[in-house]
């Protein structure tokens, strides 16, 4: 699986982005697929996933703004962001599961497959 990200960029404090992420293979319906970040300085942190099965989820602090979809036609995963803050500055990266129809709650280590990761940057 290969994963390109798109849709980074500078914004204002409550601004929108939508980033998109382009899969390759024939079996992305199957993956769960998810979003994470990293600030200068800090972990890598997860924001959203979006499972194989539908489901969704959500790091607590973006609930409510942010919401990750799919297009499985398009093999395509978004993350559309709104009402963004200054503390939501960090490279964003494009994520899939290790295997097809993956099972686990540890959103941090689920993911085998990354892209390059893009730039969001929110000015306050």
């Known amino acids: 699986v290969q994963l390109v990200e798109s849709g980074g960029g500078l914004v204002q404090s409550g601004g929108s982005l939508r980033l998109s992420c382009a899969a390759s293979?024939?079996?992305?319906?199957?993956?769960?697929m998810g979003w994470l970040r990293q600030a200068p300085g800090k972990e890598r942190e997860f924001v959203a996933h979006?499972?194989?099965?539908?489901?969704?989820y959500y790091l607590d602090s973006v609930k409510g703004r942010f919401t990750i979809s799919r297009d499985n036609a398009k093999t395509t995963v978004y993350l559309q962001m709104n009402n963004l803050k200054p503390e939501d500055t960090a490279v964003y990266y494009c994520?899939?599961?290790?295997?097809?129809?993956?099972?686990?709650?540890?959103?941090?280590?689920?993911?085998?497959?990354w892209g390059q990761g893009t730039q969001v940057t929110v000015s306050s």
């Open positions: 994520a899939a599961d290790r295997s097809p129809r993956y099972s686990s709650t540890d959103y941090l280590r689920r993911y085998y497959f």
């Open positions: 979006s499972g194989w099965s539908g489901s969704t």
């Open positions: 293979g024939r079996t992305f319906s199957a993956y769960g």
